[in-house]
Nanobody, 124 residues
Framework: QVQLVESGGGLVQTGDSLRLSCAAS????????MGWFRQAPGKGREFVAA????????LYAESVKGRFTISRDNAKNTVYLQMNSLRPEDTAVYYC?????????????????WGQGTQVTVSS
């Protein structure tokens, strides 16, 4: 069983930065595409970013392009989401997700493993 544990959320102001981390265990991390999704109050879960196994390919939602950066450290079994220039509309619970295969598939169908989520709140 894959276990994903997110950390790094919090309450910040508009324009601030946060870095989320997701530590993975239970499966060979380097064979999983990794991604971040988020769910705002009253809305469905939406794709944010994904990164391929070797970090050679990344995908981003249009709403976060140029502000968020996804990265991974396969030696530490950890994926990160650096979030800059945060806006109130970024407020959501952020979930880490993993799936063997491609970032395109991960974006389309989500992962086969999910973390418990970490809250990010951006005040105006």
């Amino acid at each position: 069983q894959v276990q994903l544990v997110e950390s790094g959320g919090g309450l910040v102001q508009t324009g601030d930065s946060l870095r989320l981390s997701c530590a993975a265990s239970g499966r060979t991390f380097s064979t999983d595409a990794m991604g971040w999704f988020r769910q705002a109050p009253g809305k469905g879960r939406e794709f944010v970013a994904a990164i391929s196994t070797s970090a050679g390919n990344t995908l981003y939602a249009e709403s976060v392009k140029g502000r968020f950066t996804i990265s991974r450290d396969n030696a530490k079994n950890t994926v990160y989401l650096q979030m800059n220039s945060l806006r109130p509309e970024d407020t959501a619970v952020y979930y880490c997700s993993a799936r063997p295969g491609t970032v395109i598939t991960l974006r389309r169908v989500g992962g086969d493993a999910w973390g418990q989520g970490t809250q990010v709140t951006v005040s105006s």
